[in-house]
Nanobody, 122 residues
Framework: QVQLVESGGGSVQAGGSLSLSCAAS???????MGWFRQAPGKEREGVVS???????AYAESVQGRFAISRDNAKNTLTLQMNSLKTEDTAMYYC?????????????????WGQGTQVTVSA
Protein backbone atom coordinates (compact mmCIF):
# COMPACT_ATOMS: atom_id res chain seq x y z
CA GLN A 1 0.00 0.00 0.00
CA VAL A 2 1.06 3.56 -0.74
CA GLN A 3 -0.17 6.64 1.06
CA LEU A 4 -0.03 10.05 -0.61
CA VAL A 5 -0.19 13.35 1.24
CA GLU A 6 -0.43 16.67 -0.58
CA SER A 7 0.53 20.07 0.73
CA GLY A 8 1.02 23.59 -0.54
CA GLY A 9 -2.40 24.62 -1.74
CA GLY A 10 -3.81 28.04 -1.01
CA SER A 11 -5.17 31.22 -2.47
CA VAL A 12 -3.42 33.47 -4.95
CA GLN A 13 -4.30 36.20 -7.38
CA ALA A 14 -4.32 35.58 -11.09
CA GLY A 15 -0.83 35.72 -12.51
CA GLY A 16 0.69 34.46 -9.29
CA SER A 17 2.44 31.22 -8.44
CA LEU A 18 1.97 28.29 -6.10
CA SER A 19 3.91 25.13 -5.47
CA LEU A 20 2.27 21.84 -4.51
CA SER A 21 4.06 18.90 -2.95
CA CYS A 22 3.15 15.27 -2.54
CA ALA A 23 4.87 12.81 -0.25
CA ALA A 24 4.50 9.08 -0.82
CA SER A 25 4.95 6.58 1.97
CA UNK A 26 4.25 2.94 2.63
CA UNK A 27 5.51 -0.37 1.33
CA UNK A 28 4.38 -0.24 -2.27
CA UNK A 29 6.53 0.52 -5.28
CA UNK A 30 5.81 3.93 -6.80
CA UNK A 31 6.19 4.16 -10.56
CA UNK A 32 4.07 6.74 -12.38
CA MET A 33 2.97 9.81 -10.42
CA GLY A 34 0.71 12.62 -11.43
CA TRP A 35 -1.52 15.52 -10.53
CA PHE A 36 -5.23 15.71 -11.22
CA ARG A 37 -7.71 18.41 -10.42
CA GLN A 38 -11.44 18.77 -10.03
CA ALA A 39 -13.36 22.01 -10.03
CA PRO A 40 -16.88 22.25 -8.59
CA GLY A 41 -19.41 20.84 -11.02
CA LYS A 42 -16.74 19.51 -13.35
CA GLU A 43 -15.15 16.15 -13.96
CA ARG A 44 -11.73 15.33 -12.65
CA GLU A 45 -9.05 16.05 -15.22
CA GLY A 46 -5.43 15.08 -15.58
CA VAL A 47 -2.95 17.92 -15.21
CA VAL A 48 0.43 16.26 -15.59
CA SER A 49 2.08 12.89 -15.12
CA UNK A 50 5.68 11.81 -14.75
CA UNK A 51 7.35 8.42 -14.99
CA UNK A 52 10.06 7.25 -12.66
CA UNK A 53 12.50 8.05 -15.44
CA UNK A 54 11.26 11.60 -15.79
CA UNK A 55 9.11 11.41 -18.90
CA UNK A 56 6.24 13.89 -18.58
CA ALA A 57 2.83 14.46 -20.10
CA TYR A 58 1.06 17.80 -19.62
CA ALA A 59 -2.47 18.84 -20.28
CA GLU A 60 -2.62 21.50 -22.98
CA SER A 61 -4.26 23.93 -20.59
CA VAL A 62 -1.18 24.03 -18.33
CA GLN A 63 1.61 23.47 -20.83
CA GLY A 64 4.28 26.12 -20.39
CA ARG A 65 2.88 27.33 -17.07
CA PHE A 66 3.18 24.29 -14.80
CA ALA A 67 6.26 22.18 -14.15
CA ILE A 68 6.38 18.79 -12.47
CA SER A 69 9.38 17.23 -10.80
CA ARG A 70 10.02 14.25 -8.58
CA ASP A 71 12.66 12.94 -6.23
CA ASN A 72 12.67 9.17 -6.47
CA ALA A 73 14.97 8.74 -3.48
CA LYS A 74 12.61 10.71 -1.25
CA ASN A 75 9.41 9.61 -2.99
CA THR A 76 8.25 13.18 -3.36
CA LEU A 77 6.48 15.00 -6.15
CA THR A 78 6.33 18.73 -6.77
CA LEU A 79 4.14 20.83 -9.02
CA GLN A 80 5.27 24.39 -9.67
CA MET A 81 2.37 26.44 -10.97
CA ASN A 82 3.09 29.81 -12.55
CA SER A 83 0.94 32.38 -14.35
CA LEU A 84 -2.10 31.01 -12.58
CA LYS A 85 -5.52 31.70 -14.03
CA THR A 86 -8.93 31.74 -12.38
CA GLU A 87 -9.79 28.59 -14.31
CA ASP A 88 -6.99 26.76 -12.45
CA THR A 89 -9.13 26.93 -9.32
CA ALA A 90 -9.79 23.36 -8.22
CA MET A 91 -9.01 20.65 -5.72
CA TYR A 92 -5.68 19.16 -6.75
CA TYR A 93 -4.96 15.50 -6.16
CA CYS A 94 -1.70 13.61 -6.20
CA UNK A 95 -1.90 10.13 -7.71
CA UNK A 96 0.44 7.21 -8.25
CA UNK A 97 0.60 3.68 -9.56
CA UNK A 98 2.99 0.78 -9.21
CA UNK A 99 3.52 0.12 -12.89
CA UNK A 100 1.95 0.07 -16.33
CA UNK A 101 1.12 3.01 -18.54
CA UNK A 102 1.71 6.58 -17.43
CA UNK A 103 -0.41 9.37 -18.86
CA UNK A 104 -3.35 11.56 -17.87
CA UNK A 105 -5.98 8.85 -17.65
CA UNK A 106 -7.19 8.63 -14.08
CA UNK A 107 -8.06 4.93 -14.32
CA UNK A 108 -4.33 4.13 -14.57
CA UNK A 109 -3.72 5.36 -11.03
CA UNK A 110 -4.22 3.16 -7.99
CA UNK A 111 -3.28 5.47 -5.16
CA TRP A 112 -4.76 8.89 -4.46
CA GLY A 113 -4.19 11.64 -1.94
CA GLN A 114 -6.90 13.55 -0.12
CA GLY A 115 -6.38 16.67 -2.19
CA THR A 116 -5.34 20.25 -1.60
CA GLN A 117 -7.37 23.29 -2.60
CA VAL A 118 -6.03 25.87 -5.03
CA THR A 119 -8.03 29.07 -5.43
CA VAL A 120 -7.08 31.71 -7.97
CA SER A 121 -8.90 35.03 -7.77
CA ALA A 122 -9.19 37.68 -10.46
Amino acid sequence: QVQLVESGGGSVQAGGSLSLSCAASGYGYVDCMGWFRQAPGKEREGVVSITRGGRTAYAESVQGRFAISRDNAKNTLTLQMNSLKTEDTAMYYCAANSGGHCNLASFLFTYWGQGTQVTVSA
